[in-house]
């Protein structure tokens, strides 16, 4: 298959996405008092992981220990951290904020 043709089946994948995400009101409010560039930033992994819970090929992704189906991805000095229901097909992220020692608690 020629590359332009797997690309535009890519795009067409990517275009309907298998997985809803969702921002509670804490994360909701951190995402918008983010500054400009990490907004976009982080607004692009809520791109991805509506195709893809688990990126770990295109970010640094670590599931949380101590949380059942709950990951974190690091974007420069901030933190996502979600919840991936399979069944439902849902990405629920319960917070956003700067790396401290108390992100993952």
């Not at 994360?27 to 400009?36: H, I, R, T």
Request: hydrophobic share 35%.
């Amino acid at each position: 298959m020629p590359l332009k043709a797997l690309e535009r089946i890519i795009n067409l994948f990517r275009s309907f996405p298998m997985f809803n995400v969702l921002l509670g009101k804490k994360p909701q409010k951190s995402f918008e008092q983010l500054d400009e560039k990490a907004r976009k930033r982080v607004y692009s992994v809520f791109e991805v992981l509506e195709v893809n819970p688990w990126p770990a090929k295109d970010f640094d992704l670590a599931k949380i220990e101590s949380l059942e189906d709950c990951f974190r991805i690091r974007i420069g000095k901030y933190r996502v951290c979600y919840h991936v229901n399979t069944n439902a097909k849902e990405i629920t992220v319960y917070r956003i904020e700067k790396k401290k020692d108390s992100t993952y608690k």
